[in-house]
């Protein structure tokens, strides 16, 4: 009997098949329970491939998440490139309007210098012209001068001409009057 409880038989019977019937009812329930534990195996197989599934998609989606990161990253990193760029074609173009400026500053000093250059060359013109005419007029004076003491000369001369005349007149009378 205790033989019979060890392996999960009721005591009380007598029979070899009463035996044997329990014997195959309880195999059928371990049969039963094995089955039932294989397929609780077999769902915590399924629910483990599921949550490496699970795991690997989440792996997958951080992965995803960190390229977006990064390519959002990248992005605005060429954005700030392209500002960059356009920020040092606009420096570039103001550094030209500012040596264009500086030409045209430089063109305008040149040509007031000329201006004054030319203005100084019209001042020396009008100052030779002025001094050719006043060349001229001391010439003008210095002949005015000479036919002036020419005439005066020609005056004297003609005085003592007159002189002469009134003495050889003179002379002639007093003669008449002595013969």
Do not use: D
Not at 30 to 38: A, D, F, G, I
Not at 55 to 76: F, M
Not at 143 to 164: D, E, G, L, V
């Amino acid at each position: 009997m205790i033989y019979l409880t060890a392996i999960g038989l009721i005591p009380g019977g007598s029979s070899t098949v009463n035996i044997y019937t329990q014997t195959i009812h309880r195999t059928t329930q371990s049969t039963q329970t094995l089955h039932r534990t294989t397929q609780s195996t077999q769902t915590t197989h399924r629910t483990t491939q599921s949550a490496q599934t699970i795991h690997r998609t989440t792996h997958s989606t951080q992965t995803l998440h960190r390229t977006t990161q990064s390519t959002q990253t990248i992005q605005r990193t060429t954005q700030s490139a392209q500002t960059m760029q356009r920020t040092t074609q606009s420096t570039q173009a103001i550094h030209r309007t500012t040596h264009s400026a500086q030409t045209i500053h430089r063109t305008t000093q040149s040509a007031q210098t000329i201006h004054r250059t030319t203005q100084s060359t019209q001042t020396i013109h009008r100052t030779t012209q002025s001094a050719q005419t006043i060349q001229r007029t001391t010439k003008s004076t210095q002949t005015i001068h000479r036919t002036t003491h020419s005439a005066q000369t020609i005056h004297r001369t003609t005085h003592s001409a007159q002189t002469i005349h009134r003495t050889t007149y003179s002379a002639q009378t007093i003669i008449e009057q002595h013969n």
